[in-house]
């Protein structure tokens, strides 16, 4: 049995991932906060033919994240992927970004994926293990009112495409997604306020989408440095610049 670590599990991208490998027959380590709601995604991987364990953490707290590490490697000896889906969005004008909304940002986009890239190292040990990580088109666009979350996703693609290189024909592989707007109650909007704007004209990914293309990348014998995806590119509605 395959086995994968996914992190914000609990919702939107993360957890339909975690279904899809579940149905594939992995068995799915679930990370986020809310206990209720990765108990959920638990039950939804498991009635699509795979198993969970969850391991409830908050990643913007350092001990719980270097714990979880710990925990990850007595769970098991061999992780075939890292799914590092986890991420906050800090959109605000410069004037209002407290230090906090600064560390928040950084401590869950980057420092966190950098601490499971890390810790994890040991156990990605297969031919074919990956560690995908999903970062933004915001972290290659820079945007105004969004510098916070721009500055955390620029961050994320430096380390993981530097990584790639630094792993170059050996493993384990290294993925990131610079991924357009999705159909998920990701920041402040709710997936209906988002549906209603996608139904005017607005680009979004279905999350069905992206989890398929997300699983190709999964499949793939040779996956790339960097996958760009853009929903105006893919047929999904008009994208503006924010
Ligand atoms: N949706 C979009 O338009 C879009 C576009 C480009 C890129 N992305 C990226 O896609 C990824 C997934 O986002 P999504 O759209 O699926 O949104 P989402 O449904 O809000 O998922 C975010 C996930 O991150 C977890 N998380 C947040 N803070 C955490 C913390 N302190 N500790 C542990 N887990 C934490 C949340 O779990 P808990 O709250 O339970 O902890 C949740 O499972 C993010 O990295 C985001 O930057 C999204």
Redesign the pocket.
Known sequence: MKTALV?????????ALSVALGKEGYLVGL????KD??KQTKKMVEEAGGKAEIFS?????DVQTDSLVDRVKQWTHNLDLLA??????VYKPISEVKTGDWD?AF???VT?TFKLIRGLLPILKSDKSLVLS?????GVIPARGRSV?CAS?FALRGLILSLAEEFEGGHPHFSL?T?????????DETVEE?KKEFEKGAA??P?EWVVGRLLEVIESNHPEAEYVWYPGEHGFGVWKKP
């Open positions: 992190t914000g599990a609990s919702s939107g991208i993360g957890q990370v986020a906060r809310r709601k990765l953490c908050d990643l913007g707290d590092n889906v986890a991420g906050v969005q928040l401590d869950i986009n966190a999903v970062g933004s088109g915001m979350y996703k997604i991924l357009g707007s999705t159909l998920t109650g990701f920041g988002r979004y990914f999350v």
